[in-house]
């Protein structure tokens, strides 16, 4: 339409606030932001504030009430009020505009969403609420997609989803994400694929097939169990016992030994007993993830939770828990990641963090790299060979020993 890019919000014509709402404290950084730029922005009849996201439900009565000074509200993937407020504002035709544009210059590791929405209504979580029920994007779609950002010289591509197991329950003829992943394994240039996040009800034999068969699919898996106590899993509505989810964890390994496992955890829930508690602590000791993403529970209006139940533990004690939780893990991945140093990895680079070289090998972990004297410094995209000659819970350091860019990894099957 004309407009250009520009860093400062301040003097921006017109604002477009992508908000996340999965927790409070997101929602409520959005709020702030929101008011911020109201009071930027009062009295200036050229500039616009468009607000879009999971912040933005089906009823946006009370929205509107508390910020007026909003010019547009949209709701996720609903960019056409945005486009089309922003061409009455400034005398723009929106004639060709079109949604889903591919960066130009995208990340050598990128994303792609494949399902919108969620139809699993865990009673801590409001998504279902604000995002609607599940809808997956067309194979043909995401496989054009995937093809630009790989012509664009993205490498590595991770399939996302609130569910992404549930992908294509919903398409005629259907398919499931088994099927997503063969097709578009066969992209030329394609060096590494991944995806989540995954449920334990939906992770079925057949996508665990397709990740032990497909050269191109990473052996990495986000199953989030969110609690590891029956009486906690039945009020958070997850559909599965603890020992039903140690059996997916087995099945999981079986089907793929060199598997890497990562979750998700909340610590805090309604009700939750200091009992109860260390029963998560006890399936962490068991499985030895390599990463988990732990959070305190938090409150969300218009949860089911939120008018059912009592949000009874103290903040106090939540932050208590989740501290544990993570002395308890760094301890886990100290232990695991010492083992690595003189082994060798391939690994994608994927440039500077911190003003350090990095990329990640298959299992998803990050390997900062140092190049010895006499070879090149590999740029971001290329692959490259190392042995890892350090550790931290958090990240592994290596040498270089050299780049293979064109050389194909080939996964054995498993007999």
Request: aromatic share 6%; charged share 25%.
């Amino acid at each position: 339409m004309g407009f250009e890019s520009i860093d400062d919000m301040a003097i921006a014509d017109v604002v477009v606030l992508n908000t996340c709402v999965v927790r409070q404290s997101a929602e409520d950084t959005a709020t702030g932001l929101i008011g911020r730029l109201g009071k930027k922005m009062k009295g200036n009849s050229d500039r616009m504030i468009a607000v879009m996201g999971c912040m933005v439900g089906p009823q946006q009565t009370e929205l509107k009430r508390r910020f007026p000074y909003v010019d547009v509200w949209a709701r996720p993937q609903e960019y056409e009020p945005i486009l089309k407020t922003a061409g009455l504002r400034h005398g723009l035709d929106l004639e060709g505009c079109i949604n889903g544009v591919v960066p130009q210059f995208p990340n050598v590791a990128s994303f792609i969403p494949i399902v919108h929405g969620c139809d699993k209504f865990c009673t801590f979580c409001i998504i279902p609420y604000r995002r609607g029920r599940e809808n997956s994007r067309s194979t043909i779609e995401i496989v054009h997609e995937a093809e630009m950002l790989v012509a664009r010289g993205v490498k590595d591509i991770t399939l996302l989803g609130q569910n992404v197991d549930s992908y294509g329950h919903d398409l005629q003829p259907r398919v499931d994400l088994a099927d997503l992943l063969e097709e578009v394994h066969e992209i030329d240039g394609l060096e590494r694929l991944r995806f989540l996040t995954s449920h334990p009800n939906d992770m079925s034999v057949r996508i665990l097939e397709a990740v032990r068969d497909l050269p191109k699919v990473c052996e990495t898996i986000n199953l989030p169990f969110q609690a590891g106590d029956d009486t906690v899993l039945a009020n958070m509505r997850r559909g599965y016992t603890s020992g039903q989810y140690l059996d997916k964890i087995e099945l999981t390994k079986k089907t793929i030994p060199d598997v890497h496992l990562t979750t998700d955890l909340i610590v805090g829930f309604s009700g939750e007993t200091e009992t109860q508690f260390g029963h998560s602590l006890d399936i962490l000791r068991a499985v030895e993830f390599e990463k988990v993403h732990t959070s305190e529970y938090s409150y969300r209006e218009g949860t089911f939770a939120s008018r059912k139940m009592n949000d009874d533990i103290e903040r106090a004690v939540k932050k208590a828990r989740k501290t544990t939780v993570e002395e308890l893990q760094n301890e886990i991945q100290a232990k695991n990641n010492a083992k690595l140093v003189g082994q060798t990895y391939t690994v994608l680079v994927e440039g500077r963090k911190r003003g350090r070289l990095h990329g990640r090998n298959r299992g998803d972990k990050l390997i900062y790299l140092s190049v010895p004297d006499g070879l090149g410094v590999p740029k971001a995209g290329e692959t490259v060979s190392v042995e890892i000659t350090g550790s931290s819970p958090w990240s592994l350091e290596s040498e270089l020993s050299q780049v293979q860019s064109r050389v194909k990894k080939e996964k054995v099957p498993v007999e």
